[in-house]
C-alpha cells in the first residue's frame, strides 16, 4: 500500500514535470496533467475490486507516451486576444488539438496503474487503515521528490524510481515462469522510457532546475560571445557583455536615464537571471546590489559563463528567492528597484492560473516596492509586452501605486518592448515625454486577489472554457468504460464525498496560492504547502482513529467556522505581520478546515459500505474541484472559499441522515 501510493504520487509530479518540459503547452496548463491524473486514480480505485490482472496497460502507456513526447516535443508559444504569451509564435511539433488530448488521456490511463493496485488494498484493510499508509505512501513520493529537486537530478533518475516501483510492485515472486511474463510486460516499456531519459539527461547543453528544462548554446555575434538560455523548449534569456547589450538595445538603460538620483548607491533587481541586467546595474555606477532570482540554475550558469563574471563582482550580493517574498522580509531602501524582464514561462504546480511573478505585478506589489525606495528613488520594470494595453495596464498600475504617472518607453512596433519607470515623486523622475494616460479599455490594475496580469477581459477566455468542458466530458466517458454500467451506481450513494473531494482540491488551491503571496512562489514554499496539506489530512485521519471525535454536524460546524476565519482575515491582512507570527497564523487559518474537512471524510469513509466506490467518489470529486478552480479567474482566489463553502453545504445536506449523530 505504501508503496504503490508513493509510487502514484512520485509518478504524478514526475509526469507534470517532464511533459511541461518537452510541450509548451503545458507550461501553461500544468494541472492539465493533475485533471488526468485524477481522472485516473479515480478509475484506477474504482476498477480495483473488479480487475482480474495487474495492470499491465500502466508501464506500457507510460512507455508510449514518453517516446511519443520524445519523438514530437513541441517548442511553440501561443498567443490570443484573452491570454498573451511571450517569446516567439513560431510553431513546431503536433498542434494544440492532438498533443493535449493524448497527454490527458496517457496521464490517466499511466495513473490508473498504481491506484489499481492501491484500491486493492482498500478491498482488504479496515478503511482508515488504508486510508492512513495511502496518506503515508503519498508523502513519501512528495518527500522523494522534492530531495531529487533540490539535487538537480535529472530525469533518468525519475524515471529509474518509476521502473523500480513497478517491477516491485508488479512482478510477482512466486513462479518463475509467471515473473519472467511480468517482469516482460513491464520492464520492455520501461527500458524504452529509460533509453529516452537517458538520452535527454546525458546531453551536454541540458540541465534541470526545480522549474525548467535549461538549455544553454554558445554563438558570436560581431565578435562577441553570446550564451542563449532555453527553458522548457523557449528561449528565455541571454548572457552577453554589458557594453554590448547597452550598445544593442539601449533601451536597457533608460531606467538609469529616467531616475532622477543618477549612479544610484543601492539597487535591487528582481529576475536578475544569468546576471546581464546585474552587470548594467555595475555599469551604471551602482555601489551595491541586491540580485534576486528565483532559479538557482539560472544564477548558478550566470555565474559560470556570463562574460562579465556580475555574480563574481563584491558590490553584488545574490538571493534565490521570490522577489514579493524578499520585500516583504527586507528592511533595506534602494535608489532603484528594477523588475528585469520577470516572465517565468510556467505555473505553479497545483494552482491552475498562478504564475511564478504574478505577484510581482499587482498594485499591492507596486506599492510595496515604493516603500522600500530611498527618498529621490524610483521603481522601474521592462519586458517584450507585445500588446498596447498590456504595456498601460502597469503604467497605470505603477499610477495608482505611487500617486502620479510614470514615464512609459516603448521601443519597436513587433514585440513593443517597454520601459515604464516612476519615482518616489513626480521630482524623482526625468521623462523623455509625458505618458498619455490610459484609454477607456485598459484594464484596471491586477490585485493579490486577481493576480492575472496578461487576462484582457473580466471573464473565462473561452480557451479555458472549452478545455475544462472536454474533460468533463472525458471524465464522464472514462468512468463509464472503465468502470462499467455499475460505476455510477455504486458511486451514488457517495454523493456527500464527490463534493467533499471537490471543496478538499478548491481548499487546497487557496492554500498554495496563499502560502505563495505569503512566502513566495519557489518550489520549496510550494513543495512544503503540499507534504503540510497531507500531514494534516494524516493528522485528521489518526485523530478520528484514535480518539472519540464529535458528530458529524459539529464537523461541519467547525469546518464552516474555519471558511469563515479564511474568509474575515485575507492573506493581505498576514502580510503586514512579522515573518514568525505570519506563518503560524497563515497555518492555522489555512489548515484547520483542511483538518476538519479530513475528519468529516474519515468519519463518513469508515461507515460506507463500498470503500473502493466511495473512495473513487471523493477522487473524482477532486477533478472537478480542479475545474473549478478557473473560477479564480473571474472571482479571485478569495472567492474560492465562497464555491468551497458551498460545495461543503451540498455535502452535509446530501449526507446519510443516520449519521448525524456518529461519533467514533
Known sequence: MVAASALMLFLELALIRWTGSNVVHLSYFSNFVLLGSFLGIGIGILRAGKAKRLPYYSPIMLGLLVLVIAWKPVTVNRSGDSVIYFTSLDTTGPPVWVILPIIFVAAAVVLAGPAELVGRCFTELPRLTAYRYDLIGSLTGIVTFTILSFLGAPPIWWGLLVTVGFLALMVPGKKATAAALSGALVAAPLLVMLGVLLHESTRPENSWSPYYKVQTSSSTYENTPLLTITVNGVPHQQAIPAEKRLQWEPQYGLPYERAAKKNPENVLIIGAGSGTDVAVALRNGAKHVDAVEIDPRLRDIGREQHPDHPYQDPRVTSHIDDGRAFLSRTDKKYDLILLALPDSLTLVNGASSLRLESYLFTEQA????????????????????????????????????????????????????????????????????????????TPPPATDNRPFLYLFTDRIPPLYLITLGL?????????????????????????????????????????ITGFALLFGTTWVVNAIVFAGVLVAVLAAVEVTRRFKTPPLKTMYVVLFGGLLLSWVFPDSWLLGMPIGLRALVAVVIAFLPIFAANVIFAKRFTDTADGTASFGANLLGALLGGCLEYAALLIGFDGLIIIAALLYVGAFLLRPKAAVGTSS
Not at 516603448?410 to 494616460?437: P, R, Y
Not at 474533460?471 to 455499475?486: H, P, Q
Not at 454523493?495 to 478538499?504: M, S
Open 366 to 441: 507596486f506599492k510595496s516596492a515604493q516603500e522600500h525606495l530611498a527618498p529621490g528613488g524610483a521603481f522601474a520594470m521592462y519586458n517584450y509586452y507585445r500588446e498596447t494595453w498590456l504595456i498601460d495596464r502597469l503604467a497605470s498600475t505603477a499610477q495608482k501605486a505611487f500617486g502620479h504617472k510614470p514615464c512609459v518607453d516603448k521601443v519597436g512596433d513587433d514585440l513593443q518592448q517597454a520601459v515604464v519607470t516612476v519615482g518616489l515623486t513626480s521630482a524623482d523622475q526625468a521623462c523623455g515625454a509625458e505618458w498619455a494616460g490610459a484609454s477607456a479599455t
Open 471 to 511: 474533460i468533463l466530458v472525458a471524465g464522464l466517458i472514462g468512468v463509464g468504460i472503465a468502470g462499467g454500467g455499475s460505476s455510477y451506481r455504486r458511486m451514488r450513494p457517495y454523493a456527500d464525498l464527490f463534493l467533499l473531494g471537490a471543496g478538499f482540491m478548491l481548499l487546497e488551491t487557496k492554500s
